[in-house]
């Protein structure tokens, strides 16, 4: 069986850029999604990469901080390819973005992006004060995506 791996990224010391973070650790911590393997990957690259097998992939899901003209806290999900397409691939200000990679290792197929609207990013440990008191809605919204993402998966 092909596994559904779920990679929360971002920094905890950019405020609502941790919120992939954040959301990945809420659903772990609610345990109803035991068929997904979920991976705290904050910015480390190699790491998140070390826990894609692509022999065992069957999809990959990124949980990020995604600017796209939404409410703050608004949750979209869209495939990789898409997002390339639309020329909204980041770059990080260290090296290149964790997509970026999966295209270089043919996994963009494989990959859909979740993407949550960010209030503020700026220097600063934890969570906006609106998308902390939004975490559970978010967590709700991303949970129902992925349970979509796991019966199209069967």
């Known amino acids: ?26 659903l772990v ?12 990957g904050e910015t480390d690259i190699d790491y998140c990469l070390s826990e894609v097998d692509q022999a065992r992939v069957g999809t990959i899901v990124i949980v990020d901080a995604m600017i796209c003209g939404g409410e703050p806290g608004e949750v979209t999900c869209r495939e990789l390819e898409e997002i390339n397409r639309d020329k909204m691939l980041p770059v990080s200000p260290h090296n290149l973005h964790l997509f970026s990679y999966l295209f270089q290792d ?26 902390e008191a939004m975490q559970e809605l978010i967590a709700d919204k991303t949970e129902e995506i992925l349970k979509h993402i796991c019966r199209k998966g069967k």
């Open 29 to 40: 911590k609610r345990g109803n999604l035991p068929e997904v393997r979920f991976v705290i």
């Open 106 to 131: 043919h996994l963009a197929e494989k990959t859909k992006v979740i993407g949550i609207e960010p209030a503020e990013v700026d220097v600063h440990c934890g969570l906006s004060i609106k998308l």
């Open 1 to 26: 069986m092909k596994e559904i791996v779920v990679i929360g990224i971002g920094s905890r010391l950019m405020k609502d850029d941790a919120i992939g973070l954040s959301t990945v650790e809420a």
